[in-house]
C-alpha cells in the first residue's frame, strides 16, 4: 500500500511542482511561494489517499453478471531449497516494493543521522538564554556556517565576536517564521519520495525562499545592504553539514542578491498561483487512467498481502505422506495453459441467486494443493467476500480436473497454487421482480 500511495503522491507533486517552477519561482512574492509549496506538499500528502480509496471501490472487471476473472494467479512465493526457485517466485512488483522500501529506510535513517549531529552540536556548545531563543555558541574547530534549528541559534565565537548582531537576527528571522517546520515536511516528502526528482528540488527551492525572507527581514530591521552582502560573501564558504537547518549560506548568494533589489510581484502576477488547480487535476487524470490505476492497485494489492512472509519449503504439515513445495522449478499448469483456466471457470461458473440478488461482489482468493498426480486437493479460502462467493469458489476448484504437476529435478511433485478469483456484477443486470 505505501509504495502505491508514494507512487501517487508523487505524480501529484511532480506536476503541482512544474507549475510553480514554470510560474511562480523566483518571483519575489516570498511568502506566496511559500504558502504555495506548503500546500503542494499538503495536497500531495492527502490527495493519494482520496484517490486510492477511488481505486479500490472501482471493480476491475464490471462485465456480464456472472462474469468472472481470473488474476494473479501465481504459485505460493516462497523460497525452496533451490536459489533460482526463489528469483523465480519473487515477482516484479515484489522486487519494486523492496528497493523502495529499502532506499526509505537509507533517506530516514540519512536524516535521522542528521537531526543526532544537530542536537550533539547544540548540547556541546555554550548556551546562553535570551527571551525567545537559545545561543549557542562553539568553539572555531567547528567549520560550519551559523544556522538555526529549532528554538536554538548556533554560531562560532568568533561570529559572535565580530558580526554577531546580522547573524542573529538573520538566524532569528528562521525562527520566528518556524522554517525548520517546513524543513521536516520537505524531508519527510524525500523519505517518500526518495525517487522523485521533483521531491528534491522542491526542497532546494523552499530553502532558498527561507533564505531571501530571512534576508528581507534584515535588511527591513535597518542593517546596510552593502554591508549584510559582504557578510554574506565572507560566510560563503562555510560548511553546512547541517542539511536539516536553516543555515546562512545555504542559498546560492549571487540569486540572493539580486533577490534583494528585485521589485515585488504585482498582484496579478500572483494570481498565477490559481495554476495549482489545473496542476492538480492533471495529476488526478493521470491516476484515472485505467492502466495506471490497475498498476497500483496490483502493487497496493501486493505490498499489503506481503507475498515474500515465508523463506523455506516445509512439507505440508496436513499430510506426512508426502512433501508438499512452496516453490518448484517448473510450475504446475492447467492443461492448455492460463487461457483454458479461464475459459474453463468461465463456462462453469454459477453466480449464486443469494448473492446477485444482494448485489454481492469481489475477490475471493483461494488456495489449493496440485498433487504429483495433478489432482486438485486441500482447497482452502483465504480472503473470502460472502459465503456464497466463497462457496462457489470452493466449488469451482473442487470440480476441476487435473492439472500438469510441478517438477523438482524432472520429478512431478505436489506443490501449492493460490488463484484470486474476482466475481463482479455487470451494472445492467436485470432486477428480480419481487411481490
Not at 78 to 93: C, E, H, N, Q, T
Not at 150 to 179: Q, T, W
Not at 198 to 226: N, P, T
Not at 265 to 275: D, E, I, K, P, V
Amino acid at each position: 500500500m505505501i509504495l502505491s500511495y508514494s507512487l501517487i503522491s508523487s505524480i501529484i507533486l511532480g506536476f503541482c511542482f512544474l507549475a510553480y517552477r514554470l510560474l511562480l519561482a523566483g518571483q519575489r512574492q516570498q511568502k506566496v511561494n511559500r504558502t504555495m509549496l506548503l500546500l503542494i506538499y499538503a495536497v500531495a500528502f492527502i490527495l493519494p489517499i482520496v484517490i486510492l480509496s477511488v481505486i479500490f471501490r472501482t471493480p476491475d472487471l464490471p462485465s456480464g453478471v456472472s462474469d468472472i476473472e481470473i488474476d494473479g494467479v501465481t504459485n505460493e512465493i516462497v523460497a525452496g531449497k533451490d536459489p533460482v526457485a526463489l528469483l523465480r517466485s519473487i515477482d516484479f512488483i515484489t522486487i519494486l516494493y523492496i528497493i523502495y522500501l529499502v532506499g526509505l529506510i537509507i533517506a530516514a535513517a540519512y536524516y535521522f543521522f542528521g537531526v543526532v549531529m544537530l542536537w550533539k552540536i547544540i548540547d556541546k556548545g555554550e548556551r546562553k538564554e535570551f527571551e525567545n531563543f537559545n545561543l549557542i555558541l562553539v568553539d572555531d574547530s567547528y567549520k560550519s556556517s551559523p544556522f538555526c534549528w529549532g528554538h536554538s541559534i548556533v554560531m562560532r565565537r568568533s561570529d559572535y565576536g565580530g558580526e554577531g548582531d546580522m547573524i542573529l537576527i538573520h538566524e532569528y528571522a528562521h525562527m520566528k517564521l518556524y522554517h525548520w517546520a517546513d524543513l521536516l515536511i520537505a524531508y519527510a516528502a524525500i523519505c517518500l519520495q526518495w525517487y522523485n526528482p521533483a521531491a528534491w528540488a522542491m526542497r532546494e527551492q523552499l530553502r532558498a525562499i527561507h533564505e531571501y525572507q530571512a534576508d528581507e527581514f534584515v535588511i527591513d530591521s535597518g542593517v546596510d545592504a552593502k554591508e549584510y552582502q559582504m557578510l554574506l560573501l565572507k560566510k560563503a564558504a562555510g560548511y553546512g553539514y547541517q542539511s536539516i537547518a536553516n543555515s546562512l549560506n545555504h542559498s546560492k548568494l549571487q540569486k540572493r542578491v539580486t533577490m534583494m533589489y528585485k521589485k515585488k510581484t504585482s498582484l496579478q502576477r500572483r494570481l498565477f498561483a490559481l495554476a495549482l488547480i489545473p496542476a492538480i487535476g492533471a495529476g488526478i487524470a493521470v491516476t484515472s487512467i485505467p492502466a495506471v490505476a490497475g498498476v497500483l492497485k496490483s502493487i497496493a494489492e501486493t505490498s499489503a498481502s506481503n507475498p515474500v512472509e515465508a523463506i523455506a519449503a516445509v512439507p505440508d504439515e496436513t499430510s506426512k505422506e508426502r512433501d508438499v513445495f512452496v516453490a518448484v522449478e517448473t510450475q504446475a499448469e492447467f492443461p492448455g495453459g492460463m487461457k483454458a483456466l479461464m475459459e474453463w471457470l468461465s463456462n462453469h461458473v454459477e453466480y449464486p441467486k443469494e448473492a446477485e440478488k444482494a448485489g454481492i461482489q469481489g475477490r475471493v482468493i483461494i488456495k489449493f494443493i496440485i498433487e504429483a498426480d495433478g489432482a486438485v486437493t486441500h482447497p482452502e479460502i483465504l480472503k473470502g467476500v460472502s459465503p456464497e462467493l466463497d462457496k462457489e469458489a470452493m466449488r469451482l476448484v473442487r470440480a476441476m480436473p487435473k492439472w500438469i504437476p510441478g517438477k523438482n529435478n524432472g520429478k512431478d511433485v505436489a506443490s501449492y497454487f493460490t488463484i484470486p478469483i474476482a466475481f463482479w456484477l455487470s451494472k445492467d443486470t436485470p432486477k428480480e421482480e419481487t411481490n
